[in-house]
Structures are given as C-alpha cells and as structure tokens.
C-alpha cells in the first residue's frame, strides 16, 4: 500500500527528517540501555563460551595425548613434558606408584587425590593449588595398569572485559574451584546468578544483583568433558560508561540532520528516473536476443522492481519457448534419421532376405520340374507362402509411411485397424462425420504415437481409445492403467522433461487449433485427450447426380 511512486515521494521528502529527528532525541542512554543489556549479556556469554572451548581443547588434547602412552615406558614420557609439567605416573589397581616423572615423592602427595579419581572413575579432577598453580590430574584407566597426568589449567581468569571483569570455575555444587583471587577458592556461590543454570548443563548470560547493591553481568557456560561451570562477571556500570562519552556528539547529529535530510530528497527523486533508463536499457537489450539482460536488479521503487520481474519473467518464457523449439526440432530430425535407418534395417532384414529365397527356391523348383513334378508342385506352394509373408511384410512399411486404411475408408477403419494390432479397445460416440484429410491424419498420428508409448512405457494391462464427435470437435481419449509418469503441468515443458512425442502431439493439434492434455500419476496410469475443431467435414455418403 505504501510502495506506490506517489507515495514513496511523499515518503522521501517528509519522512527521513521526522525519522532523523525523532532518532535524535533517543540517541541519550536511557533509550539504549535495554538494547545494551542485551548485547552485553551477549558478549560475556560468548566470552564464556569461547574460554569454555579452550578450556575444553586443553583438557581434550591431554586426554588424547595420556591415551597414545605406554605406561610400560616411561623413558618416552619426556617427549609430552610440556604438556604435562606436573609429571606423569603409572599405577597398579592398589594405587601404588610403579613409574613417575619426575619422581614418586611428588606423586605420593597426590596419592589421595589418584586414589579417588581411580575409584569413582573420574577422567579430570577438580584443580588443585600446586606452586601456587592450578593442577588437574587426568586418569587413564585399564584392566591392569592406571596412567595419570598432571598438567597446569591455561589461564582464564583475566577475560579482557572491562577493568574488573573476572572468570572463574565452579564446581556441580556450585563452590568456585578456580579463581585469580586463590582466597575466594572454596566460595560456594550456589545462590548466585547463573550457577544452577549452568550445574543443569545450560549456557547463557544473566544479571546478578550483588550484597554491595551494585549489579554484575553474568555469563555462564559448562565445560565439556566434566562437571564444572565456567562464569564470567563484569560490573554493569563498567559496561555502560563508555556509552556516555557519546553524548557529546548530539550537538553534531543535530547539526548534520538537515543536510541528511537534503541528501536523502535528491537521491531519493533520482531513484526513480535512473532505474527506468536501466530497465529501458535491458528492454532494448531483449529485444535484440539478450535474454538476460533483465535479471539484474535495477534499484528504485517497488514498481519499478515488479516491473523488472515482470520483463525478466516474460524473456525467460521466451528464451525457454526457443531453446524447447530448438530441441524439438533436433528430436524431430533424429526421430526422423531413426525412422529411416529403421526401414532400411527391416528392409534389408526381412524383405530383401525374403526376395533372395524367393529366388532361391524358383531356381529349385526349376531344376526339381522335369526330375520331380510333385516335388516341384510343393516348392510351389512354400513359394506362395513366402510370397505371402514378404507382401504382408511391405504392406506394414506402407502403412507405417502412409496408413492406406486412412486414404481409403477414413479414420474410423483405420483407427480399429491400429487398436486391433496394439491391441486396444475402441469405440465411436456420437454422430461418425468425416474430416478433411489434415485433421484425419493428425487425429490419427496423435493415437499413434499415444499407442507406442504405451506399449513401450506403460506395461499396461488394459487399453482403450474413444473417438467422440460433436457439432464443434472431434475428441479422441486414449487411456491405460499402466505405470504412470509425472507428467508436466504445462505443455511448454514437454521439451524440458524429454517428452518430445507429447510436444509433436501438441503441435499437430494446435495446426488446427485443438490442444492435447496428458493426465497421469505413478502407478495410476495415463490419460490423453486430443481434441480437434470440426471446420471441415466431408459427408459419409454424398449423393451423385447423374
């Protein structure tokens, strides 16, 4: 309703200042603030999420690398001392110590901690202070033999988010395990913000409201592979200060709105006239063979765009109807080549063959004429048959060239000639009229071609052709309970799909002015309506005068 051009001029003129100025009056803070909450929630969750992966690789890349160990040789343990710089140890099913870097004692003030990662089955444990560093012990257990790395976390803690912001690691009681600040260790924040959501395996961000009345961004995520949280914090007021310093540029805004406002009337009128030359220009271009010209959009307003739509949409219609032209006339021509290779074939299979034994056996029945007379007599016979059976054999090339039935007796006759050879059902409805010769023959050759398709497609077990005349056309219904195919909803994508016998049967009758409609589903068979107007009849029987 308001794409139209005298709308969108209005629109341009009036509307960009009152938008401008109504933006402006908004721009302060306050108007933010909810769209600010929401980015900066985003932010500390992603921030939580991107710590988390590390976190979660680091832990992953030392599981993999304790898996490629040998426990049974620890002089190759040396190779991953980077990756473990806590040490590494094997132990039996007791817990005792069997091979340790760098050495057992360190091992034996772990010795509590192994022993309970190895009884509950735990892969990581939760970090320990070591050196003032947070250590996790990782366990690869078997049948016969334990493997355990010991490795320092990555630092997190200092996420980079504003002066205070901090990340810490919780554990499935909700009690911090991992702090920059080693003495808030042990905290148990199990009513803090975030923490039950992220003890449910849930990531997100939220807003927690502190003992101090000052209030926190909160974003939380868990940690792949064990039963912590990850939580990063950030004051809110540290988040919304910088905002502030934008308020200095409203003067600014202010100022350069009328200036907008100008620029947004001038290119707004010329949105209008150059789009039109361009879609004038890709007009021209059409109209000398350029099918394409008109896909790239031209800009402007909504008109302007259906506009375009329209004249790429009929170039497209057009361009296709050449290309299946194009194709037909290809298909026909080899359809015709084929045809031609086909009789030859069958004339020098069958009815040359046939004519070389026809003389073969007069050439017999000559020399078996003065020995033999009853000899002789019988060849005769076998000559006639063979006579017979090569006259059969052309009369079926004439008639696949040329049906003689048609010239002859007309399309009825010759219609029940070619269902009796499919074979087929046939039946006449309403008063039988003759047509000119043209409209016989395409009648005739549309159920043809309808009939050789379904013998070599259909697989149908029943088929019937029904020929209705009126006053105003003539019909012919060709219907099987075959197979079926997708037919296409409009005839100008026969050539598309392949079908180049139904396009030559639409051709041949709309020389007429008649149309063809295919109607079939897979599996429920196929049916073809031809029909073709009666313009020109010649009676039945048409009286003579003497």
Known sequence: ?????????????????????????????????????????????????????????????????????????????NVQRTMFDGGIASFDNTGTVL??????????????????LIAQRI??????????????????????EILVGAFTLPPFGNVGIGARGVAYL??????????????????????????????????????HHAGDGSELVVGYTPIALTSWGLMVEEPWADAIDPMFQYSVLLPLVL??????????IYFGVRNVHQPLQRLAQAAN?????????AETQVGGI????????????????????????????????????DERMRLARELHDDTIQSLIALQQRIEMVEKALARDPRLALAKLDELKQLLTDTLTSVRRFVRDLRP??????????????????????????????????????????????????????????????????????VTATIQDDGIGFAAPEVPTAYARAGHFGLMGMQERAQLFGGNVYVKSERGKGTKVVAYVPVSATIALHPETSV
Do not use: C
């Open 1 to 77: 309703m308001f794409r139209d051009l005298r709308t969108q001029l209005l629109l341009w003129t009036i509307l960009p200042l009152a938008i401008i100025l109504v933006g402006v009056a908004y721009l302060g803070v306050n108007s933010h603030q909810n769209s600010m909450r929401d980015l900066v929630k985003e932010r500390d969750s992603a921030m939580a999420r991107e710590i988390a992966a590390r976190l979660s690789e680091a832990l992953t890349n030392r599981a993999a690398v304790l898996q490629s160990l040998d426990p049974t040789r620890p002089e190759s343990w």
């Open 99 to 116: 091979n340790a870097m760098p050495s057992s004692q360190v091992w034996q003030t772990r010795h509590v901690i192994v022993q309970d």
């Open 123 to 144: 892969t990581f444990s939760t970090p320990v202070s070591e050196n003032g560093a947070a250590r996790v012990l990782v366990v690869r257990q078997s049948d016969d």
């Open 170 to 207: 919780v554990d499935a009681r909700g009690k911090i395990i991992a702090h920059p600040e080693p003495s808030r260790i042990g905290d148990d924040m199990s009513q803090h913000e975030g923490i039950a959501e992220v003890i449910r395996g849930e990531s997100g961000a939220t807003f």
């Open 255 to 264: 100022a350069l709105a009328a200036i907008v406002a100008l620029g947004v």
């Open 285 to 293: 271009r059409i109209a000398y063979g350029d099918y394409h010209a």
């Open 302 to 337: 909504h008109e302007i765009e259906e506009l375009r739509e329209t004249l790429d949409s009929m170039a497209r219609q057009v361009s296709a109807a050449q290309n299946a032209m194009q194709n037909y006339i290809t298909a026909m021509t080899r359809g015709q080549e």
């Open 404 to 473: 003689t039935y048609l010239n002859e007796l007309g399309l009825i006759p010759a219609l029940e000639m070619l269902t009796r050879e499919a074979p087929a059902g046939f039946e006449v409805v309403g008063e039988e009229k003759r047509l000119d010769a043209e409209r016989e023959l395409a009648l005739y050759r549309i159920v043809q071609e309808s009939l050789r398709n379904i013998i070599k497609h259909a697989h149908a077990k029943s088929v019937s052709v029904t020929l209705s005349f009126d006053e105003h056309e």
